[in-house]
């Protein structure tokens, strides 16, 4: 339970909630300053123009007054009221000293708020905060109601404004601060519902994925979702079941590994036993044994070497081709001699040219084409009516073309998609799945490829494409 509290805490701390919901206060509070400025300027103008407002109000009580003339106590009210030390009236040719302050005053800045301009008064809200509130300065402007012509023109101490500032300022940052948090939390529990929880359990699937690979229930769980994340966990939990399909593919041959290099050595034994005795029926006067006998000594043969090299097969490391040249029409009609053919049911076709030749490892290309037609045989025996296996080839430029075809059922598309893998599915209970993994191996090892021409209710054609070697293409240049 510590273990579990300590792992929640350090996600929480150091996790992408945690870096999230930072970030969004910073970006919230950068929102803010680039709000502050302008208003912290706004603020400024609004006050200057109060204090215009004020003094006008001021000046017209001493225009009201019989003489134009107040008391020093009414005077030194209304200055206190505006909040200014001198209130002068500018009109066009004149302007008069309406109330001033005895003590004489240093002007330290001017400002005249019929040419601001919004990057002015931020460069002047900026400046007054700077200094502290500790000048003296002039303001002049128009008020409301009077004519353009009739300018009110104000001296006043920047502390009262400075300080009117300052508190405004306060007020934004902590109006700031809550709503940066509100949002915060706002946006963190909708990201966080939308993408971190789902993000983190693709995380735990991972790592226990990582843990136990075997273990089905490390699978990650798919939502319906749509977007991104919905793609993410459909593509992770593909990766994790073809990962899960793979090692499982590699258990097996593991364990064929291991079962084939035990019994190899007793194997090759009792092959050699019955070439023995086959070599002894090849040696009987009966026409009909010794027709007999020389296919069944080659399939012999054949299995002594494949068994010599089974250990190579098991690992994937084929062993390199034997390059030789021979007509391909005659290697048909032995694989059609080694093949369990019902001929009431199936019909053999060899179609391949008697003088066409090719240049290969004729064992390897044996094991390939012989592969493929037991298929084609065992599809048509269970196939109502039987059918046809047809071997054809021809030269295509730098190579000679092989195919087999048969009018079987087809192959089926879900098994289409795997055909080439080791213990895929073939379709047959009785198969292995590893005939046409080895085919693609040993046509690849003999720098050729297999690949499935066409499958459907008409019939399956493979096709065998087999290069030419040097030898044999410079050959071919002088004969031309």
């Known amino acids: 339970m510590a273990g579990f509290s300590f792992s929640v805490l350090s ?111 931020i460069g002047e809200a900026a ?45 934004i940052l902590v109006l700031s601060i809550i709503l940066a948090f509100v949002v915060a939390g706002l946006v963190y529990i909708s990201l966080h519902w939308l993408m971190v929880l789902p993000l983190g359990r693709m995380t735990d699937s991972l790592v226990s994925f990582r843990r136990a690979p075997e273990d089905a229930a490390a699978t990650v769980r798919v939502s319906r979702r749509r977007d991104e994340i919905g793609v993410a966990q459909r593509e992770l939990q593909v990766m994790q079941r073809r990962v899960r399909a793979a090692l499982r593919q590699r258990a097996r041959l593991a364990a ?49 070497a494949l068994c010599t090299h089974t250990l190579s097969f098991a690992t994937g490391r084929l062993p390199a081709p034997k390059q030789t040249s021979f007509a391909l029409a005659p290697l048909v009609d032995e694989i059609r001699a080694a093949l369990p053919i019902d001929e009431g049911a199936v019909a053999w076709r060899n179609e391949v040219p008697q003088e066409l030749e090719v240049t290969a490892d004729r064992e390897q290309l044996y094991r390939v084409v012989i592969n493929l037609a037991q298929n084609a045989v065992q599809a048509l025996a269970c196939h109502a009516g039987g059918g046809t296996v047809r071997v054809s080839a021809w030269r295509d430029a730098d190579a000679t073309v092989v195919e087999i075809a048969d009018t079987g059922p087809g192959i089926s598309a879900s098994v289409r998609d795997h055909l080439f893998e080791a213990f895929a599915d073939g379709g047959r209970d009785d198969g292995t799945g590893l005939g046409l993994a080895i085919a693609r191996d040993l046509m690849r090892n003999l720098g050729g490829d297999i690949h499935l021409e066409r499958s459907d209710s008409s019939g399956t054609v493979f096709r065998l494409r087999v290069p030419d070697s040097p030898d044999q293409d410079a050959a071919r240049a002088l004969d031309d």
């Not at 603020?43 to 020093?72: F, W």
């Open 11 to 121: 996600r929480a701390v150091s996790g992408l909630s945690a870096r999230l919901l930072v970030l969004t206060v910073l970006f919230v509070l950068l929102g803010e300053i680039f709000i502050y400025v302008p208003s912290i300027a706004r603020h400024r103008l609004v006050y200057l123009e109060e204090r215009i407002d004020a003094a006008r109000i001021a000046a017209l009580a001493v225009e009201a007054s019989p003489d134009g003339m107040v008391t020093e106590e009414l005077r030194a009210a209304l200055l206190d009221r505006a909040g200014v030390r001198a209130v002068s009236l500018k009109r066009t040719g004149s302007r008069r000293l309406v109330l001033g302050d005895d003590m004489p005053v240093s002007i330290d800045a001017s400002f005249d708020l019929r040419e601001e301009t919004p990057l002015r008064l």
């Open 256 to 304: 064929v590994g291991t079962g084939v290099a035990k019994i190899n050595h007793d194997l090759r034994n009792m092959l050699a036993t019955a070439a023995v005795l086959t070599d002894r029926l090849a040696t009987a006067p009966d026409p009909e044994v010794q027709r007999l006998a020389h296919p069944l000594l080659s399939a012999i043969d054949r299995a002594i």
């Open 127 to 171: 400046d007054t905060l700077r200094h502290g509130g500790e000048r003296t300065i002039r303001v002049m402007g128009v008020a409301p109601g009077d004519p353009a012509d009739t300018v009110v023109d104000i001296v006043l101490p920047e502390a009262p404004m400075f300080a009117s500032m300052l508190d405004y300022s306060g007020r």
